[in-house]
């Protein structure tokens, strides 16, 4: 047991010194995870009990490609390695290519792997996801932290499946219950603004289903939208002089930009509910958050049906976190004299 856990140290120790593809990539570090290093040692402890079904002597090789480095992603692809490890031991390797906010080098990372021939590729967040289904129709691809994978592959007739080799996870929360909660929390605001970034398609999507949600509740929603991150600052100065209360969806731009988002709305006295807990961490005072690590895991364990016991990819429903909850930012609230009703855990 003590060897196994030593084993699922070192390889999370090796999957966050991997570097990216070429001059562009970036090492995807885990120390934003505080999750799994404590599920990890207890991923080890039912390993040894369950001993790996993949034939003998065979190694998978898994090709990971992040989209950028923040806690969210962080965490998704450290749960999917856990749960292999967990699974398979000294069976799986795993290339982690960071892309540093780059989709041209998603590209080029998904077309590494195919020529590599890997046995299976996870492909996190939806330009990852996009520039991997580009790239191949036969290796196996799993993606997490998709929040819409319809919109992401642009399927029309959408069943909970894609019918091709791509399957995943979502990390779509319940958007209407994040509208009742700006609602529970401010009641009174008027004008809720819509802050994300124009190239992300998911965060487009969760905007326009918060909007509709909002605006049953009696709001008015504006969207302001950034390019990329060289235009945070100016649009979210914008919305913070125009607006009541901000809403942040599952953005990894903005996930990317909390400090100078903060920077510029906690000054101004604009509360912000966030999609997901990591941008809530560094700019927000609520959200209802899922775990990113938890869908990762259960990503992991979508590999291994596939890769041992030859489950079909094409036929694979989409899953979706088992969990949600709602938390606070206890700095920021105290800061902007927020007081929050029962039922919100701290974020820690």
């Known amino acids: 047991m003590k060897k196994l856990a030593v084993l699922v140290m070192a390889m999370a120790m090796t999957a966050a010194s991997l570097t990216g593809c070429g001059g562009n990539g970036g090492s995807a570090s885990t120390a934003d995870a505080p999750e799994s290093a404590a599920q990890a040692e207890t991923a080890g402890a039912g390993a040894q009990e369950n001993a790996p079904a993949a034939q003998d002597g065979k190694v998978y090789n898994i090709g990971i490609c992040q989209?950028?480095?923040?806690?969210?992603?962080?965490?998704?692809?450290?749960?999917?390695?856990?749960?292999?490890?967990?699974?398979?031991?000294?069976?799986?390797?795993?290339?982690?290519?960071?892309a540093s906010g780059d989709a041209a080098t998603c590209a080029t990372i998904a077309n590494q792997f195919v020529a590599e021939n890997v046995d299976l590729i996870l492909a996190n967040a939806t330009a990852s996801l996009q520039s991997a289904a580009a790239a191949t129709s036969e290796i196996p691809i799993l993606g997490t932290s998709i929040t819409d994978y319809a919109t992401a592959l642009e399927i029309d007739d959408w069943t909970?499946?894609?019918?091709?080799?791509?399957?995943?996870?979502s990390d779509l929360a319940p958007l209407a219950e994040q509208a009742a909660m700006l609602n529970e929390l401010f009641p009174d605001a008027k004008t809720v603004g819509l802050l994300y970034c124009s190239?992300?398609?998911?965060?487009?999507?969760?905007?326009?289903?918060?909007q509709a949600s909002l605006e049953g509740l009696g709001y008015t929603c504006k969207a302001y939208t950034f390019a990329d991150s060289n235009d945070v600052?100016?649009?979210?100065?914008?919305?913070?002089?125009?607006?009541?209360?901000?809403?942040?969806?599952?953005?990894?731009?903005?996930?990317?930009?909390?400090?100078?988002?903060?920077?510029?709305?906690?000054?101004?006295?604009?509360?912000i509910i966030a999609g997901e807990e990591g941008i809530c961490r560094?700019?927000?005072?609520?959200?209802?958050?899922?775990?990113?690590?938890?869908?990762?895991?259960?990503?992991?364990?979508?590999?291994?049906?596939?890769?041992?016991?030859?489950?079909d990819v094409s036929t694979m429903p989409i899953e979706f976190a088992p969990n949600v909850t709602k938390k606070y930012n206890a700095a920021n609230c105290e800061t902007l004299g927020i007081t929050v009703p029962e039922g919100y855990e701290p974020i820690e």
């Open 67 to 98: 989209l950028v480095q923040h806690e969210a992603l962080d965490a998704a692809t450290q749960g999917f390695q856990d749960k292999l490890v967990e699974l398979l031991g000294d069976q799986v390797t795993f290339d982690l290519q960071n």
């Open 160 to 169: 909970g499946v894609t019918g091709s080799n791509i399957s995943g996870t």
């Open 199 to 210: 190239a992300e398609p998911n965060s487009a999507y969760q905007a326009e289903e918060v």
């Open 233 to 271: 600052a100016a649009v979210t100065t914008t919305a913070s002089s125009e607006c009541d209360v901000i809403y942040i969806p599952t953005d990894n731009t903005a996930a990317s930009s909390t400090e100078i988002i903060n920077n510029i709305c906690l000054p101004a006295g604009v509360p």
């Open 282 to 311: 560094g700019c927000g005072v609520a959200t209802l958050s899922i775990s990113y690590y938890e869908i990762g895991q259960q990503a992991g364990q979508m590999a291994y049906e596939i890769l041992v016991n030859g489950a």
